[in-house]
């Protein structure tokens, strides 16, 4: 099997196990909390993107990456992460806003990461990132889709 299709039965079998947690054990828990709760352990996986700034880390990533899909991926991740932080805090305070605060991060986080993987075929050899877009990718696509669930929901 060539890496290309490794790659891609990781990330689908990842898929499906975050999106069968979601479904038998998350859902049902986030049902029993607040509106602003249930966004607040939501977002919370994504506080953690700056981990993307690592395609930019030499001897990380087995050679350099390609420039147009590595500082990409990495500044996208970082504000994604940034803007995580941000709702995170909003969502625990009650800012005013909160709501526009969170589509945002929404919007822009799942943008940047179907936006990497649109490149992912491209990437020569992530070297020690490969676990980024084979277990962590795939949680954070499915906490996104949770929250604009959750977002369409309440009408917001």
Do not use: C
Not at 9 to 22: E, K, N, P, R, T
């Amino acid at each position: 099997m060539d890496t290309l299709a490794i790659f891609g039965l990781q990330f689908f079998l990842s898929l499906v196990v975050w999106g069968l947690i979601a479904k038998w054990l998350l859902a049902p828990w986030l049902e029993k909390k607040s509106p602003h709760e249930a966004l607040f352990w939501l977002t919370l996986p994504h506080a953690f993107r700056h981990i993307g700034m690592v395609f930019l880390v030499p001897g990380v990533v087995a050679q350099t990456l390609p420039e147009s899909f590595a500082a990409l991926a990495a500044y996208g991740d970082l504000v994604t992460g940034v803007l995580a932080l941000l709702a995170l805090i909003a969502l625990r305070t009650g800012w005013r806003g909160t709501l526009a605060l969170v589509w945002v991060f929404n919007i822009v986080g799942t943008v940047d990461l179907l936006n990497a993987l649109r490149h992912a075929n491209a990437v020569p050899d992530l070297g020690a990132a490969w676990y980024i877009p084979t277990f962590f990718v795939p949680l954070l696509l499915v906490t996104h889709f949770m929250m604009f669930a959750r977002l369409l929901r309440r009408g917001s």
